[in-house]
């Protein structure tokens, strides 16, 4: 039996999880070894800066979100307020994107089952990991490394000075790509006007501790030139230590987060693709849904075409996650310049209509050309980082493509 919507059952602890879900994830647990490679101890620095920015976006979002909370958010929002195509850009580049994000996650569960059986190929627990790390800093063990001392003995706290921390906030984005989930999923949010505000306020904040908290206490535990690529930082750094039934449980969980991650990358597009049909830019079969409001075509399509991520990782098995990488990287630069160029849009037409925001962005419009500023760094960061390169050769490319398939859209409207 089928339904015709989407249903507003999501609570305000739902919207939280599915945020937390989906940005507490690969970039985190397994991304964070080349950004501690890049910059050092100061890798806390580029994950405050990138996180504040982002924090600056998802109230751009959240504003536009509680004065019309639909499914397909930004995409609905850029063709509303800014026009036709940037709004099926916005629409089939984060699809996209998302695409590439569960590739990423389930090369990521490759490379965390490694740690247990090599001859394979390629949020509590978080809280628990700073405690762990807090006490051994705190007790210092006998030949233990010089704990805090950690944070300046190699090199300093800025080893690779201000360029590589500017290379590192590069590589960070894609810890927080996926927090957008709580735009995406407004159009099922029970209670839009205090729930998303809430959500938003709430998560960023939990992510900014998580993120920091965790890379203070992995810069104090070892050494930061210390730490390779063959798996997560957090299991290699806790087996160094000499507690491997934490390092085992550690793995646990980041496998578990990438599982959580890739669940939370198949919603959002199942959604998108809802959201882009309703409005015609995509076809009319995404828009059903199951008797329980699930666009279950979407979720089918989606989670499928994934699977090319065996193939990709049979013929490049050393550096295909890196590749996957850097596109998520720019895709995700697209889709947060839509918003927040979409923001600036909304609010020259609540000027003209006399509209009052319930949920106003900080610090209009400055923060719009802040993060402006700073994701043009960063799309120029990529081209001084030779694996992160071709992402930004690629990108007109990708925009041309998009731009080919809205014109093809348009045309088969005339004729029909």
Same mark, same amino acid.
């Given at each position: 039996?089928?339904?015709?919507?989407?249903?507003?059952?999501?609570?305000?602890?739902?919207?939280?999880?599915?945020?937390?879900?989906?940005?507490?994830?690969?970039?985190?647990?397994?991304?964070?070894?080349?950004?501690?490679?890049?910059?050092?101890?100061?890798?806390? *620095?580029?994950?405050? $800066? #990138?996180?504040?920015?982002?924090?600056?976006?998802? !109230?751009?979002?959240?504003?536009?979100?509680?004065?019309?909370?639909?499914?397909?958010?930004?995409?609905?929002?850029?063709?509303?307020?800014?026009?036709?195509?940037?709004?099926?850009?916005?629409?089939?580049?984060?699809?996209?994107?998302?695409?590439?994000?569960?590739?990423?996650?389930?090369?990521?569960?490759?490379?965390?089952?490694?740690?247990?059986?090599?001859?394979?190929?390629?949020?509590?627990?978080?809280?628990?990991?700073?405690?762990?790390?807090?006490?051994?800093?705190?007790?210092?063990?006998?030949?233990?490394?010089?704990?805090?001392?950690?944070?300046? #003995?190699?090199?300093?706290?800025?080893?690779?000075?201000?360029?590589?921390?500017?290379?590192?906030?590069?590589?960070?984005?894609?810890?927080?790509?996926? %927090?957008?989930?709580?735009? $995406?999923?407004?159009?099922?949010?029970?209670?839009?006007?205090?729930?998303?505000?809430?959500?938003? /306020?709430?998560? %960023?904040?939990?992510?900014?501790?998580?993120?920091?908290?965790?890379? +203070?206490?992995?810069?104090?535990?070892?050494?930061?030139?210390?730490?390779?690529?063959?798996?997560?930082?957090?299991?290699? $750094?806790?087996?160094? *230590?000499?507690?491997?039934?934490?390092?085992?449980?550690?793995?646990?969980?980041?496998?578990?987060?990438? *599982?959580?991650?890739?669940?939370?990358?198949?919603?959002? /597009?199942?959604?998108?693709?809802?959201?882009?049909?309703?409005?015609?830019?995509?076809?009319?079969?995404?828009? !059903?849904?199951?008797?329980?409001?699930?666009?279950?075509?979407?979720?089918?399509?989606?989670?499928?075409?994934?699977?090319?991520? *065996?193939?990709?990782?049979?013929?490049?098995?050393?550096q295909i996650f890196m590749y996957l990488f850097a596109v998520v990287i720019i895709s995700a630069v697209?889709?947060?310049?839509?918003?927040?160029?979409?923001?600036? &849009?909304? !609010?020259?037409?609540?000027?003209? /209509? /006399?509209?009052?925001?319930?949920?106003?962005?900080?610090?209009?419009?400055?923060?719009?050309?802040?993060?402006?500023?700073?994701?043009?760094?960063?799309? +120029?960061?990529?081209?001084? %980082?030779?694996?992160? &390169?071709?992402?930004?050769?690629?990108?007109?490319?990708?925009?041309?493509?998009?731009?080919?398939?809205?014109?093809?859209?348009?045309?088969?409207?005339?004729?029909?």
């Amino acid at each position: 039996m089928e339904g015709k919507n989407l249903k507003r059952g999501l609570k305000n602890r739902h919207l939280q999880m599915m945020a937390l879900g989906s940005a507490i994830g690969t970039g985190l647990f397994y991304g964070s070894a080349s950004t501690i490679a890049l910059t050092g101890p100061s890798v806390m *620095v580029a994950y405050l $800066i #990138s996180g504040v920015v982002i924090y600056f976006i998802m !109230r751009m979002l959240g504003e536009m979100s509680v004065h019309e909370p639909v499914a397909g958010s930004f995409s609905y929002y850029a063709t509303k307020y800014w026009g036709g195509f940037p709004g099926f850009l916005a629409g089939w580049n984060y699809w996209y994107c998302y695409i590439m994000v569960s590739m990423a996650e389930i090369t990521a569960v490759g490379i965390y089952v490694n740690y247990w059986w090599p001859e394979v190929p390629q949020v509590v627990a978080i809280l628990s990991m700073i405690l762990l790390g807090a006490y051994l800093i705190i007790t210092n063990p006998v030949g233990y490394p010089g704990n805090i001392s950690n944070l300046w #003995s190699y090199g300093g706290f800025l080893p690779n000075g201000v360029w590589g921390m500017a290379m590192a906030c590069v590589v960070v984005l894609f810890s927080y790509g996926g %927090i957008e989930l709580l735009g $995406i999923s407004a159009g099922e949010a029970e209670d839009p006007d205090r729930s998303i505000p809430k959500a938003i /306020n709430q998560v %960023i904040w939990r992510i900014l501790i998580f993120y920091v908290g965790t890379m +203070f206490i992995l810069m104090c535990l070892w050494p930061w030139n210390q730490v390779g690529m063959e798996s997560s930082p957090f299991v290699q $750094i806790f087996d160094n *230590v000499g507690i491997p039934a934490a390092a085992h449980i550690l793995n646990f969980v980041v496998l578990s987060a990438a *599982v959580s991650v890739y669940n939370s990358a198949i919603y959002s /597009n199942s959604r998108m693709l809802y959201g882009l049909a309703d409005k015609g830019d995509a076809p009319q079969l995404f828009k !059903r849904v199951s008797s329980r409001g699930v666009p279950y075509i979407g979720t089918l399509v989606s989670s499928g075409i994934t699977l090319i991520i *065996v193939l990709m990782n049979y013929l490049f098995p050393s550096q295909i996650f890196m590749y996957l990488f850097a596109v998520v990287i720019i895709s995700a630069v697209i889709n947060w310049v839509c918003i927040t160029m979409t923001h600036m &849009k909304f !609010r020259q037409y609540c000027q003209e /209509n /006399n509209i009052h925001s319930k949920f106003k962005s900080v610090f209009y419009p400055l923060t719009n050309y802040l993060c402006l500023l700073f994701l043009g760094g960063v799309i +120029f960061m990529m081209y001084q %980082i030779p694996d992160m &390169k071709n992402a930004v050769f690629a990108l007109p490319v990708w925009l041309c493509i998009l731009y080919a398939g809205y014109r093809f859209k348009l045309s088969r409207e005339k004729r029909s």
